[in-house]
């Protein structure tokens, strides 16, 4: 059993940025190195949706084309911690940001929600116009 938790949500103006953290902690020997972290995002209008991967090998990641080019997830392993960098937010941005992780290599590349079976509770963030 791992435990996730995030942090980093806020209220920010558009075109800023913010940096989620997602930490993970678990038994002796845990490294979140070894599993799939994606992040997800939900709102009422949309529903749940998959944003970005890094995977538990090289760090490869994935990202959703309306995130492209504006978020950048990372590891630090000594931290046990993934990030997800966003810039240039904008109001459409605004959500619950969710992390996740797999032990399942499989689910690295776009994130698939039924492939994770962990989960944090989750950060606002709210995108103002």
């Known amino acids: 059993q791992i435990d996730l938790v995030e942090s980093g949500g806020e209220l920010v103006q558009s075109g800023g940025s913010l940096t989620l953290s997602c930490k993970g902690s678990g038994g002796s020997g845990f490294r979140l190195g070894d599993w799939v972290v994606a992040w997800f995002r939900q709102t009422p209008t949309k529903g749940r949706e998959g944003i970005s991967s890094i995977d538990d090998g090289d760090g490869k990641t994935y990202y959703a084309d309306f995130v492209k080019g504006r978020f950048t997830v990372f590891r630090d392993q000594s931290k046990n911690t993934v990030y997800l960098q966003m810039n240039n937010l904008k109001p459409e941005d605004t959500a619950i940001y969710y992390c996740?992780?797999?032990?399942?290599?499989?689910?690295?590349?776009?994130?698939?929600?039924?492939?994770?079976?962990?989960w944090g509770r989750g950060t606002q963030v709210t995108v103002s116009s």
């Open positions: 996740a992780a797999s032990s399942y290599s499989g689910s690295a590349g776009r994130p698939d929600a039924q492939q994770f079976s962990h």
